[in-house]
T-cell receptor, first 109, second 114 residues
Framework: QKEVEQNSGPLSVPEGAIASLNCTYS??????FFWYRQYSGKSPELIMS????GDKEDGRFTAQLNKASQYVSLLIRDSQPSDSATYLC?????????FGAGTTVTVRA | DGGITQSPKYLFRKEGQNVTLSCEQN?????MYWYRQDPGQGLRLIYY???????QKGDIAEGYSVSREKKESFPLTVTSAQKNPTAFYLC?????????????FGSGTRLTVV
């Protein structure tokens, strides 16, 4: 598996603000990218997927992909306390996901 | 509802003992995976299987074994050769060729050596 790096946390944001999460990956052949949210002690749950360069929006979440720069990001708008979790970036290659260590987000009420 | 069931939720292993973690899915997925998660680290791939009766080692397979005799089942055995087995173990599945879909995860098994 190839290296996946995420911005180190924890990231603390006030309620209603935008949380910005970054991820770089080393395997150029990766074509599909996924963001998972993991609450403490729980298993990861899929929140976003992106396959093409550009932006993809789903509710309060926006994923951005730049394959030339090997960079993918996740924006959480209007952050809520329920968004407090660890977010995992996962490129897909050869049907297997590689995971970053995650960025922990804390939303302050 | 379709999903992945892992059992037990908590497991305690004594030194020198083999233990088996169960993973069952009813999603009709061909591929299944086992990951290990340690505090502050990402998920690391232990073994994966893309079809029944076939499986491959992941990045950290030493001290582990698996079988894939049925499409819906992919049990993981943690052997006594695994010197530091305390971790959170996650089973996942997906459909190869369905490149637009990420994994579905089970709820995990937390293994502790006592």
């Amino acid at each position: 598996q190839k290296e996946v790096e995420q911005n180190s946390g924890p990231l603390s944001v006030p309620e209603g603000a935008i949380a910005s999460l970054n991820c770089t990956y080393s395997d150029r052949v990766s074509q599909s990218f996924f963001w998972y949210r993991q609450y403490s002690g729980k298993s990861p749950e899929l929140i976003m997927s992106i396959y093409s360069n550009g932006d993809k929006e789903d509710g309060r979440f926006t994923a951005q992909l730049n394959k030339a720069s090997q960079y993918v990001s996740l924006l959480i708008r209007d952050s809520q306390p329920s968004d407090s979790a660890t977010y995992l970036c996962a490129p897909l290659n050869d049907y297997k996901l590689s995971f970053g260590a995650g960025t922990t987000v804390t939303v302050r009420a | 509802d379709g999903g992945i069931t892992q059992s037990p939720k908590y497991l305690f292993r004594k030194e020198g003992q083999n233990v088996t973690l169960s993973c069952e899915q009813n999603l009709n997925h061909d591929a299944m995976y086992w990951y290990r998660q340690d505090p502050g680290q990402g998920l690391r791939l232990i073994y994966y299987s893309q079809i029944v009766n076939d499986f491959q080692k992941g990045d950290i397979a030493e001290g582990y074994s698996v079988s894939r005799e049925k499409k819906e089942s992919f049990p993981l055995t943690v052997t006594s050769a695994q010197k530091n087995p305390t971790a959170f173990y996650l089973c996942a599945s997906n459909q190869p060729g369905g490149a637009n879909y990420g994994y579905t995860f089970g709820s995990g098994t937390r293994l502790t050596v006592v």
